[in-house]
Every structure is written in C-alpha cells, then in structure tokens.
C-alpha cells in the first residue's frame, strides 16, 4: 500500500468497487487461507497440492462457459491437470479416502476461491492497475482475516525465533506481495484461462527443487507427468490457439 501510496497517490475506489474489492480480499486472501490452513489438518499435503490446482479446471470452465475461450485451451488445462495428478500420485489413486474427505472438500472449494479472485480480478483491471488492485485486495483481506487469527490465537511476537521471522519475510514478501503482483500483472496482459494454467507448473518445479535441495530422485512418472503439463500448457497458451 506504501509503493502504491508513493507511486501513485491515494487512489479511491468508486462506492460499488468496495464490494467487487471485499470480494477479491475475501476470496483470494481471507478464506482462501482460513480454509487451506484447516484443510491441512484434515488432508494431506498430497492431496491439496492436487486439489488447490482444480482453481485453473474452474477457469477454464468459466471461461468457455462465457465464450471466452475456446476447446483446446479448455482440453489444455485438463491435460496438464492429469499431468499433475501423475507427479503427484506417482500413479496411484489410493490418496483419496473418506478419511480426507472433508479436507479434499475444502481445498475444492479453496480452487473455487482461487478461481473467483482470478476471474473477477481480471474485470477489475479494466479500471485498475495491477499493484493498486493487489494493495487494495491485502489490505482488506488483513483486516477480514483478523478475527480468525484472534479465534485461533495469536502468538507473542517476542517470542519468534530467526528461522520463524525467515520464513514470515519469506512468505510475505516473495509468496505474497511478489507472487499476488505478478500474477495480477500476468492477468493485464493475458485471458485467465491462459493465466491460471500455470499453476500447474508448481509440482513440477517442487519436483525440480527437491532434486537439488533435497536430493530427491525424480522418477518415471515425475518425468511423465512433467512432459504432459508442459504440453498442456503449452496447448492452453499457444498463440495459434488464442
């Protein structure tokens, strides 16, 4: 808000953006966190890693619902969808249980969340820039988010440690401010469709990651998976296609 403030003044939303606004905070940082932090304790990180991504499978829909976009784009996104399912799963479906059931429900509906803060973001950028949209959209979000974190209780701040502090700038700063900016930015000069597929690129850079950081061995289907999100987004985003 301080980079918006200096860079372009105080900007003040027209009387019904407010609620397009409180929209987008409350879909893209309020709930879309209080929710994947709960479903966490009911699912495992296996799942939400897949299920968080159905976000670009309700885009895509909305999309062509609306003619938008068009088949290969949409057949684009459920391939790489299937991609990641591959790297994920390791080509099993055994993950899914009725023990996870109401996480896997949760972090659903955090991709539906996901894909509102994306659709409507991309109508909101008609009127305003990229980083004013994003300020505007944490801001509120902080503040709805508040009375969770007061429910959950706060932890005394004095008492963090240095990798704890690491993590919140990391998290803040490069997950948040960064991630949210360029994402809004990506979404001023693309389709949403073409925009929201790339998160399926996650896993596979976890994967690529992991091999240097953690000495993870890639397998086939890390590999397999890999080539089939590519090509999907590739499918979704080819110009030709557009």
């Known amino acids: 808000m301080a980079w918006v403030f200096w860079k ?16 987008l905070a409350l879909s893209g940082v309020t709930l879309l966190y209080a929710f994947q932090f709960l ?32 088949p290969w784009k949409v057949a684009g996104v459920f391939l790489s ?17 009725s023990k996870t059931l109401f996480g896997d429900v949760l972090m659903i509906i955090d991709g539906f969340l996901w894909a509102v803060y994306t659709v409507l973001g991309s109508k ?30 706060l932890a005394n701040p004095f008492m963090l440690n240095s990798e704890t502090i690491a993590a919140l700038l990391y998290l803040s700063i490069l997950c948040s401010v960064f991630a ?20 399926y690129l ?8 992991a091999f240097y950081a953690l000495n993870e061995r890639p397998d086939l289907f890390t590999a ?7 090509s999907g987004v590739y499918l979704t985003t080819a110009k030709q296609h557009q």
């Open 180 to 199: 949210y900016v360029v994402w809004y930015y990506a979404l001023s000069n693309a389709d949403s469709t073409s925009v929201a597929v790339y998160v």
């Open 8 to 23: 372009r003044g105080v900007v003040k939303p027209n009387g019904f953006d407010w609620v397009y606004l409180s929209i």
């Open 39 to 70: 479903a966490l304790k009911y699912t495992t990180a296996t799942n939400a890693s897949i299920l968080i991504n159905t976000s670009a499978v309700f885009v895509a829909i909305w999309g062509f619902v609306k003619g938008e976009t068009n």
């Open 224 to 230: 397999v998976g890999g080539i089939i999100t590519i």
């Open 81 to 97: 969808f299937a991609g990641v399912i591959l790297i994920v799963s390791k080509g099993t479906l055994e993950f899914f249980s």
């Open 124 to 153: 909101m950028l008609l009127k305003y820039d990229h980083e004013t949209l994003t300020a505007y959209a944490f801001v509120l979000g902080t503040v709805f988010l508040l009375p969770f974190a007061l429910y959950a209780g």
């Open 202 to 209: 996650v896993p596979l850079f976890t994967a690529i990651f």
